[in-house]
């Protein structure tokens, strides 16, 4: 599980940074990527790195603002010459997002390769779930619905212990992918064994938990709870609180502290304004680490895998 980073302005592109676009890789998990938020020319972003477009198999609107969605017509449109013939795409968000999407294309004359199914949020609840992981939301603070997304991966299964399982007399084969699956195998001298008494403990599923634009609120304490990563918005620096809440945004300081107490193991701070470049970016990054010491400013093209 991997994020990557193609937009991280707020409000209008700048010459350092398109506006918000982030990517979930679940590469190795399920072939897949999931999208959250796509700004005006998110599709010219893919262009700058190798991600595929046809990968792209969830796309996640936090708001209707224009630097959250203006990129869908242009994005949707292009996955169909990318490989994403016959790859269906469900787009998650705010009332409003099936109509604008449905309007661009209508408008355009665009037709493409494969199915779009939409899913229009409420106040909150889960948008997805299957055996492997779930994704909840809840509307944060903003001048229009704006929602933060918890994508919460199921446990897994412990690894299996090969050398307990070799002082066992288990043989290469078969049974040992029995055992690693926690069945119950015999041996050829008439032995039972156990496959839990064979596997360590289950891994903790991973958390990540990504916020559109948002005031400091508690459902965003609350959504992020024990989080291995929060990716919050930091529009503005630490000592502009009351410049943030009169632009229903928040500063780098906020985010920190939504992040500590939530008990988040790391803070990725997006959606930043264009007066903050160079230096200023790193004072902003500064202002949060006095709070909470794992926060990190992101830049367009950052990846980071989540440990």
Request: charged share 25%.
């Amino acid at each position: 599980m991997e994020l990557t980073f193609l937009g991280t302005g707020a409000g209008v592109p700048s010459k350092a940074r398109n506006v918000s676009c982030t990517l979930l890789k679940l590469l190795d998990e399920r072939n897949e990527m999931w999208m959250f938020d796509c700004g005006e020319g998110s599709q010219q972003q893919f262009l700058k790195t190798t991600l595929k477009p046809r990968k792209v198999t969830k796309i996640f609107i936090s708001h209707v603002h224009g630097d959250h969605m203006y990129g869908l017509p242009g994005f949707l449109s292009s996955r169909s010459f990318q490989g994403g013939e016959n790859v269906p795409l469900t787009i998650y968000g705010p009332k409003g997002v099936k109509k604008y999407v449905q309007t661009s294309l209508g408008i355009s004359k665009t037709r493409l390769t494969y199915p779009i199914y939409y899913q229009e949020l409420d106040q909150s609840g889960i948008a997805f779930k299957d055996q492997q992981f779930t994704v909840k939301y809840a509307t944060l603070d903003h001048i229009v619905p704006s929602y933060g997304f918890r994508v919460e991966e199921a446990d897994s299964a412990g690894e299996l212990l090969i050398d307990k399982a070799r002082e066992a007399g288990v043989p290469n084969g078969p049974l040992l992918g029995q055992l690693k699956a926690g069945l119950t195998i015999q041996l050829e001298d008439g032995r039972e064994l156990q496959g839990k008494d064979f596997l360590g403990p289950d891994k903790r599923g991973k958390i990540v938990s990504i916020y559109g634009d948002t005031r400091y609120c508690q459902a965003g304490i609350d959504l992020a709870q024990n989080a291995d990563v929060l990716v919050h918005e930091a529009t503005f620096e630490a000592g502009e609180e009351k410049m943030a809440h009169d632009y229903y945004h928040s500063t780098a300081s906020q985010a920190a502290m939504v992040a500590k107490k939530a008990g988040a193991k790391q803070l990725y701070l997006t959606h930043i304004s264009a007066r903050y470049v160079g230096a200023m970016a790193k004072e902003l990054q500064k202002g949060a680490e006095k709070i909470f010491p794992a926060s990190q400013v992101v830049k367009d093209f950052d990846s980071y895998a989540i440990k």
